[in-house]
């Protein structure tokens, strides 16, 4: 009984590597969190990093609001896809300093998109530097 339990594992171990690799990075933006990123369509400040980068791709899209840095990404022009990111980032392990950083403004981020074909699985947000 007890080899059996030992190979179960080993083909589990053995096959985690392969199903975190099917997931590739599938997209990826440089924009630069300004002031108008920081406030909603209200006018209200955002208190969270991924409200803010959230508004941010909102901004780029739908109110043309740009700033110099700001990159095109082939996702959030869909509000559905800004929904998705904001809640992907809400769970994210994104570094208690990138998360500081991207609510203080002012600041660069480099975002990465992974999934799997146009479904996104998750992101990783970079402050360069």
């Not at 769970?91 to 480099?110: A, E, K, Q």
Request: proline share 5%; aromatic share 10%; charged share 20%.
């Amino acid at each position: 009984m007890r080899p059996v339990k030992s190979l179960a594992l080993a083909l589990m171990l053995a096959m985690a590597p392969m199903a975190a690799g099917a997931q590739s990075l599938i997209a990826s933006y440089a924009a630069f969190i300004g002031e108008d990123d920081l406030f909603n369509s209200s006018g209200t400040r955002l208190g969270e990093f991924w409200q803010i980068l959230r508004q941010d791709r909102a901004n780029y899209h739908r109110f043309g609001l740009r700033q110099r840095g700001d990159q095109g990404d082939p996702f959030f022009a869909d509000a559905n896809n800004r929904a998705t990111l904001e809640q992907l980032l809400r769970n994210s392990d994104t570094h208690p300093s990138t998360r500081r950083l991207i609510i203080s403004g002012n600041v660069p981020v480099y975002v990465e998109i992974f999934g799997y074909g146009n479904r996104m699985t998750a992101v990783r947000v970079q402050v360069p530097g």
